[in-house]
């Protein structure tokens, strides 16, 4: 099994930047496509951004495309969230996960992930 744990978030002003790290500790990341997936206040939690085992493929939802960038760092069991020119709308807790049945691709479906970290607080203030 293995355990994850968020950091990085924080107050960032409209246009700027945030770099999410999710830190897996037990069994190595590289036998997980992992995710990121967000939570606003009052809403349903979505996907962001996905990336395979090994980090060959990725994939974004619409809303983030072109400002986010997912990677992981297999040797340091971290995998990372780049999050660039950030709108208010993208306030929120953020959370990865770890999918842990194998697959050599990745998921945008939370269904698809069975370990989730406690998440990071994001907010971005005018």
């Known amino acids: 099994q293995v355990q994850l744990v968020e950091s990085g978030g924080g107050l960032v002003q409209a246009g700027g930047s945030l770099r999410l790290s999710c830190a897996a500790s037990g069994r190595t990341t590289n036998t997980y496509a992992m995710g990121w997936f967000r939570q606003a206040p009052g809403k349903e939690r979505e996907s962001v951004a996905a990336i395979s085992r090994y980090g060959g493929r990725t994939g974004y939802v619409d809303s983030v495309k072109g400002r986010f960038t997912i990677s992981r760092d297999n040797a340091k069991n971290t995998v990372y969230l780049q999050m660039n020119s950030l709108k208010l709308e993208d306030t929120a807790i953020y959370y990865c996960?770890?999918?842990?049945?194998?697959?050599?691709?990745?998921?945008?479906?939370?269904?698809?992930?069975?370990?989730w970290g406690q998440g990071t607080q994001v907010t971005v203030s005018s």
């Open positions: 996960a770890a999918d842990g049945s194998g697959s050599y691709s990745y998921s945008l479906s939370e269904h698809q992930y069975d370990t």
